[in-house]
């Protein structure tokens, strides 16, 4: 599966921005999706996934109640809707890809496939 990750900008505090990844090629239902974050000179870390039928959600502590991750398996797409942005939400923004029949994990080498990634800056 192909992945392109979109919607990234420069924002001000307690602004919203949603992001989204299309997806193109295998069947997207047969896919966990997830998305990451890279800070500047900081390790990519993850920051929350879905279960490919939408049903399930995982998010890291610090997002939760604030990001929402969702997919529309009709469209191929998954979303991250990140509400009441912060400047240490500011990173490179990834989605990412792996067998629903894997487990669950946070791990990057978890996931098999990647979009390029796209900006969010927020501005104090």
């Known amino acids: 599966v192909q992945l392109q990750a979109s919607g990234g900008g420069l924002v001000q505090t307690g602004g919203s921005l949603r992001l989204s990844c299309a997806a193109s090629?295998?069947?997207?239902?047969?896919?966990?999706m997830a998305w990451f974050r890279q800070a500047p000179r900081k390790e990519r870390d993850f920051v929350a996934s879905?279960?490919?039928?939408?049903?399930?959600?995982y998010y890291i502590d610090s997002v939760k109640g604030q990001f929402t991750i969702s997919r529309d398996n009709a469209k191929n797409t998954v979303y991250l809707q990140m509400n009441s942005l912060k400047p240490e939400d500011t990173a490179v923004y990834y989605c990412?890809?792996?067998?629903?029949?894997?487990?669950?994990?946070?791990?990057?080498?978890?996931?098999?496939?990647w979009g390029q990634g796209t900006l969010v800056t927020v501005s104090s």
């Open positions: 879905i279960s490919w039928n939408g049903i399930s959600t």
């Open positions: 090629g295998r069947t997207f239902s047969s896919y966990r």
């Open positions: 990412a890809a792996a067998p629903k029949t894997s487990a669950w994990g946070r791990n990057p080498t978890q996931y098999n496939h």
